[in-house]
């Protein structure tokens, strides 16, 4: 079945460089576009990036000269680097599938998530 | 870049009420997507393409609307419908989210 899953520091110090992993199974990364998604505690949600199928990136432009979004193929990963963090950046960063089905562009499946704080 | 305003931002409702939350978008999109958040949890895929409700997701909600307003309605409210709701647009760059509305049962 299709899974998403995040993984990396629950914890970064200011000024840092945030590398997050969403290591994914049933389906095919070449097939897919994943995003990156991020919620501040109790806040709502951000559109951070993209990884299309065809491995080019799409960024917010907000966060653009900050992150970096990568794959491996043959690992069934898509990598997020974010650099300078600031407390600002503390949230769940999750990635999601964007579905084949239906006409628009939407996420039809998400990882758990994975909570990120920064503090020193 | 096109802002979705969600209404209202929290509400409560009681069981068996009619419930109807609006997003309105800065500018006009082609299509509504909506996702629900339980606290804790990851958002779920709710209506997709403005009125198709994801798999298993209850009959009692529907999704509708065009241009710059939509609407996600709930025949008649149940506890399980306790959530927060987003609604998401990818018709113009950058992909956006609304704000949410928090749907508190009464």
Redesign the interface.
């Known amino acids: 079945q299709v899974q998403l899953k995040e993984s990396g520091p629950g914890l970064v110090q200011p000024s840092q460089t945030l590398s997050l992993t969403c290591t994914v199974s049933g389906f095919s990364l070449t097939s897919y576009h994943v ?1 990156w998604v991020r919620q501040p505690p109790g806040k ?4 951070m990036g ?1 990884m299309w199928s065809d491995g080019d990136t ?1 960024y ?2 907000a966060l653009k000269s900050r992150l970096s979004i990568s794959r491996d193929t043959s690992k069934s990963q898509v990598f997020l680097k974010m650099s300078s963090l600031q407390t600002e950046d503390t949230a769940t960063y ?1 990635c ?1 599938r964007v ?1 084949t089905e ?7 499946y ?4 994975v909570m990120v704080t920064v503090s020193s | 870049e096109i802002v979705l305003t969600q209404s209202p931002t929290t509400m409560a409702a009681s069981p068996g009420e009619k419930v109807t939350l609006t997003c309105r978008a800065s500018s006009s999109v082609s299509y509504m997507h909506w996702y629900q958040q339980k606290s804790g949890a990851s958002p779920k895929l709710w209506i997709y393409d403005t009125s198709n409700r994801a798999s298993g997701v209850p009959n009692r909600f529907s999704g509708s609307g065009s241009g710059t307003s939509y609407s996600l309605t709930i025949s008649s409210m149940e506890t399980e419908d306790a959530a927060t709701y987003y609604c998401q647009q990818w018709s113009s760059n950058p992909l956006t989210f609304g704000s949410g509305t928090k749907l508190e049962i009464k």
């Open positions: 995003h709502g949600l951000e559109w993209v799409s917010n432009s999750y999601a579905s239906g006409i628009g562009d939407y996420f039809d998400w990882g758990q998530g």
